[in-house]
């Protein structure tokens, strides 16, 4: 039987990044303050990811009229696509939405 690709938990953790406390939602999978995330799924929620690397948040996609965070790993290199929450520090994505892909992740860098 196949494992399904989605797997919702609910778990609360605190940011490597900033330190901000997150109340998870089952679908929480990065930072709402800082928006960096960690590398521990290979499909969402499974946890089966041994990189453990943090992951900057580094471009901002429209996709069917919602916004898409984009994170690469500062471990092994991969970028991973996630859903924007209504609890995300909304400035943040303003900024990474208008700087050239490349360079915007140093803008958001241990913000707090």
Not at 20 to 35: A, E, F, P, R, V
């Amino acid at each position: 039987m196949d494992e399904k690709k989605f797997q919702k938990r609910i778990e609360n953790f605190t940011c490597e990044n900033c330190g901000t406390k997150i109340k998870g939602d089952g679908y929480t999978n990065h930072c709402s303050n800082c928006l960096w995330s960690k590398h521990v799924d290979i499909n969402p929620g499974d946890r089966k990811e041994t990189c453990k690397g943090l992951m900057k948040p580094i471009g901002i996609n429209l996709k069917e009229g919602e916004y898409i965070l984009i994170h690469r790993c500062l471990k092994c290199g991969k970028e991973m696509k996630n859903k924007i929450s209504k609890k995300d520090n909304f400035d943040l994505i303003t900024k990474l939405s208008q700087k050239p892909h490349l360079e915007q992740s140093d803008t958001i860098r241990k913000h707090v």
